[in-house]
């Protein structure tokens, strides 16, 4: 099922289409790291704001509280983030990178990087800036 002249006209089955086959080249590369493409994104939102707590990460990424909760164990298991105790919320735990996640975000930017860039390489960079603004508006219009 590769001829995408077999699918039906509808954006949002191209669009799903293509997250899937992004999604696994994406897994591909990260796989040998450990890592899946449902993890990387914890990562950065990490990266750029470490010491957040498991449902300010799931707002953020736009997922359940209960994907969150499974996907920070199994980050956590691979030693890729550790929790400690919220200071003013006893309920709550902030969620750190490990020096290890520190260490190797390079190199997991660079395969996300690598894969966008080959997923977009038929692109212009005219085309790319076209098709982030509009799906941008699609997720803007679904939110």
């Known amino acids: 099922m590769s ?3 077999l699918t039906p006209p509808f954006p949002g089955h191209l669009l799903s289409w293509s997250s899937r086959l992004m999604a696994r080249e994406l897994n591909r590369r990260l ?18 704001d470490d ?10 990424l736009g997922v359940e509280q ?9 980050l956590e298991e691979g030693g ?12 709550a735990e902030v969620v750190h990178l490990t020096e290890h996640a520190r260490c190797t975000m390079p190199t997991v930017i660079e395969q996300v ?5 080959q997923a977009l390489s038929a692109l212009t960079k005219q085309e790319i800036t076209t098709l982030n603004a ?7 219009t679904l939110s």
């Open 113 to 117: 990087e690598a894969t966008n860039a």
């Open 3 to 5: 001829d995408a002249r």
């Open 51 to 60: 010491g957040l707590t498991q449902t300010q990460l799931a707002a953020r």
């Open 31 to 48: 796989s040998p790291l450990g890592l899946s493409t449902g993890q990387w994104g914890v990562l950065f939102v990490l990266l750029e």
């Open 80 to 91: 890729w983030v550790r929790r400690e105790p919220h200071e003013a919320d006893r309920r």
């Open 134 to 140: 509009l799906l941008n508006r699609i997720i803007a």
């Open 66 to 74: 209960p994907t969150m909760a499974a996907t920070l164990r199994r």
